[in-house]
């Protein structure tokens, strides 16, 4: 084992100041956009001191970012020692982490921009008890061969490789492996279109013009718009247009960068993900750290028979930093997905015929939404009379929605699985083994205790809160057998 | 059907929960009496003053009277060789199953009320949730959750 003495990279420096630095640009922005960009460097005139307190908290901020890399990049130091991998960094106070490599569940590498021009790579080390989104270790930056001797002597110390091999695996190992799930261009164009990041990107375009109301002569644009109008439908319809195209252009964009090159492989009992265009990431997930599987259907997928796949995993943390369900396909066909998922976990069973929710229970998933319903409604037929009635058509929207929901609740139990159907507007079904099963509850109001019928939630484990399917108004002595499923 | 959980919680629990009804009126009381102020000097409208009182008096007689008699009623539970299983819920009955094997830890609390009656709440954790058995008489929740871990203690599966 050796005992040298490892470093960063002198890149990670620049990295780590960068990150901090990039944190202060927004409140920067916000502050000069709030003073309307009076600023004068004149120390005659009255925004000479705002200017010089702006920059001057500017540029000590920046500067002790700096220092801050630089110290963090002199100080940080890790090695291998014993089976360990130890890690000690700080200047006035000193940090020693040790981890065993048993211990560790994945190594996720992480490749930036900045990386990617030094060939270098960012290390995230997580144990099972990365709580809080906080992987255990982090090594800013280190070159990429730097991150396969941390692979290999974690393999080695794991006993799972021989060692001869060792050096040819390295070499081999991207293709070795076998592929899972690939995301082809056209799988990214369905992605994009149908994700609901156009509606993000539509409400961001409005935020930032509303934020620029002060700039932007809004009246004189409404007199503009209304002139506009009068040339008629047909002008007002192609903007639209070339606002929609534009919105869908940057979701496509930002799915590409995100998405782009998707894959999924397998490699001794672990799934690693890999992805991104600009910045590539490679989460890697042990496969008996996964309590449940989700596949989620928006509407629009499910019509065109698409579907995502969602892993809830006890540790290691997400793409989002504190989340820990990872996206495990981002789109697939239904079909494909419960063939992959079969292979992947050959032991479930992901043709689940469902038991569905009793037809006397239907009132129940519409009937609630009428005590928020009527109020709104009341108000907005008296506020604004002619147009308010519109909000009448919200009953029979409810309505169908309750009916909608109402058919796709559903579960079925089957020898050690649970599998759990059931909708908001998008259809999920979570299926998970009962051993991963933290708690169950039924609950039952007086409404359903007469009609017989009882809801039910399932609790797994993921991240600190856990994730909890539910299924209501089942017939009461269905849901009393998943209890009873549970106890034994 | 399935039968109810065997277990009731101490019938002082009610005692104490009535005493967190009374502090809850108080509470709002104070609020009223601030509004009604309020109302009084600024010259806001009179229906105020009975919106405040009926809130006051709606509060006094739920949270004194009836709701704490309700949950009492549907609280039980039952600790058994494999699992645990608390009912509760005020319009809505919810009965949780938390297996042995998923507890993780089991604490007991008590505030300053509940000790003055020698209760204690027990709340049982589990990796992803939180269940909580209120207002045991203090013994009998050191018992309990001595009797938890030590069950809980054949743990196998990991999370």
Partial sequence: MSKEINRLHPVSAIITSVKALKSMILPIVIIIISNGFNFSLNFRSEHFFETILLFGVWGVASLLALVGGIIKWRTFVYWFEDGELRVTYGLFVKKKRYIPFERIQSLNYNEGVFHRIFGLVKVQVETAGSKGGKPEVELTAIRKAA?????????????????????????????????????????????????????????????????????????????????????????????VMVVLIVAWIVSVVITLINYYDYTVRIEEEKLIITKGLLEKKRITLPLNRIQAIRIVENPLRQLTGFATVVVESAGGNGENGNDKKITLFPLIKKLDCMQTLEQLFPDMNWHPTLIRSPKRARPFFYRIDFFWLVPIIGASCYFFYPYGLLSLLLIPLTILLGIWQHKTAGYQIDGKQLAMQYRVFSRITLIMEKKRIQSI???????????????????????????????????????????????? | MRAQPIHQI???????????????????????????????????????????????????????????????????????????????????????????????????????????????????????????????VMDEADVLRARISDLARVAEDDV
Avoid: C
């Fill in chain 2, 10 to 136: 101490s019938r002082k629990g009610l005692t104490v929960w009535r005493l967190y009804g009374v502090i809850q009126t108080l509470v709002l009381l104070v609020v009223a009496g601030l509004v009604s102020y309020g109302t009084y000097y600024f010259e806001w409208p009179t229906f105020i003053y009975f919106i405040a009182g009926a809130i006051v008096f709606l509060s006094a007689i739920l949270s004194v009277f009836i709701f704490p008699k309700i949950r009492w009623e549907r609280w039980r539970y039952e600790v058994r060789e494999h699992e645990i299983e608390v009912q509760h819920g005020l319009f809505v009955v919810k009965r949780t199953l938390i297996p042995m094997v998923r507890v993780q830890h089991v604490d007991t609390t008590q505030g300053p009320i509940l000790k003055k009656y020698d209760l204690g709440n027990i709340s049982i954790s589990t990796a992803a949730t939180v269940h909580t058995i209120p207002a045991l």
């Fill in chain 1, 147 to 239: 991150a396969d001797v941390i692979e290999l002597e974690m393999r080695h110390a794991k006993n799972e490789a021989v060692q001869q091999q060792v050096q040819a695996q390295v070499e081999e190992e991207a293709v070795a492996t076998p592929m899972i799930y690939h995301m082809s261009m056209r799988d990214l164009l369905v992605l994009a279109t149908t994700s609901g990041g156009i509606g993000v990107v539509l409400s961001g375009l409005a935020a930032v013009a509303s934020q620029f109301s002060d700039i932007i002569p809004y009246e004189t644009v409404f007199h503009e718009l209304a002139d506009f109008v009068k040339i008629g439908a047909f002008l007002v319809a192609l903007t």
């Fill in chain 1, 441 to 488: 509850e039924s609950t039952q109001s007086y409404f359903q205790k007469r009609k017989n019928v009882m809801s039910v939630k399932a609790t797994v484990m993921s991240g600190a809160t856990g994730t909890t399917g539910s299924v209501s108004s089942l017939e009461q002595k269905d849901a009393e057998k998943i209890l009873t499923w549970y106890e034994h």
